[in-house]
């Protein structure tokens, strides 16, 4: 079975800092993975999503940009953290059945 | 471009009985899935069921099915016997057919169970 793993689990950082997130999965090949983020008191909304190494699709524009270096690794960054970056942050793989599988999520807190 | 809505912020439900979560989603497609999750405190996002729209029959999953009316573009979740671990926000979510697995959500339906 797919296991996902999100570092860190809780981040605070001050506005203008950069910002990486990492998201690995294990017990599958070649998945599609995808970033979300939900904001308090909202629904989720997808960021990014990623077919394959290097290939990343950008759902709106914003302050954060993904990469996929490896197979199982999709990375979420910022070069200067807004207010407005602050969330909750979701990677999530494409499973069988056509649903999707959530990792525990980032807790982002921009001050 | 397909929106899924779900136009009750809140619900309450007394242990024990029945709950329905009310959801619509608006697209042009003819091939597409429909899911409920379910968030609890953990912020977990847990899959509690899904519907393909092409399947007439209604999914069931134990104490959740779903009231899947495909003309009116509604896709309900009712929860039987309610319990008190049922308490989460739970999210209404579409996928077209051909997206490349992309989800699109509602803005959830807090659900509290009272003992």
């Known amino acids: 079975s797919q296991t996902i793993h999100q570092w860190p689990a809780t981040l605070v950082q001050p506005v203008g800092s950069p910002l990486s997130l990492e998201c690995t999965v294990e017990?599958?090949?070649?998945?599609?993975l995808y970033w979300y983020r939900q904001a308090a008191g909202r629904g989720l909304q997808l960021l990014f999503y990623?077919?394959?190494?290097?290939?990343i699709s950008s759902e709106v524009p914003q302050n954060l940009s993904a990469s996929r270096p490896q197979d199982r690794q999709f990375i979420l960054s910022s070069k200067k953290l807004l207010l407005s970056d602050s969330g909750f942050y979701l990677c999530?793989?494409?499973?069988?059945?056509?649903?999707?599988?959530f990792g525990p999520g980032t807790r982002l807190t921009v001050l | 471009a397909q929106t899924v809505t779900q136009s009750q912020p809140e619900m309450s439900v007394q242990e024990a009985e029945t709950v329905t979560l009310s959801c619509t989603y608006d697209?042009?497609?003819?091939?597409?899935?429909l899911f409920w999750y379910k968030q609890p405190p953990s912020r977990q996002m847990i899959l509690v069921i899904r519907?393909?729209?092409?399947?007439?029959q209604n999914a069931t999953e134990n104490r959740f099915s779903v009231n899947f009316q495909k003309a009116a573009k509604s896709f309900s979740l009712k929860i039987s016997d309610s319990q008190l671990g049922d308490a989460a926000m739970y999210f209404c979510?579409?996928?077209?057919?051909?997206?490349?697995?992309?989800?699109?959500f509602g803005k959830g339906t807090l659900l509290t169970v009272n003992p």
């Open positions: 999530a793989l494409a499973v069988a059945y056509n649903e999707q599988f």
């Open positions: 017990g599958t090949s070649n998945p599609n």
């Open positions: 990623s077919v394959g190494i290097g290939q």
């Open positions: 697209t042009s497609e003819s091939d597409y899935y």
């Open positions: 519907q393909e729209a092409y399947k007439q």
């Open positions: 979510a579409y996928r077209f057919g051909g997206s490349n697995y992309k989800l699109t």
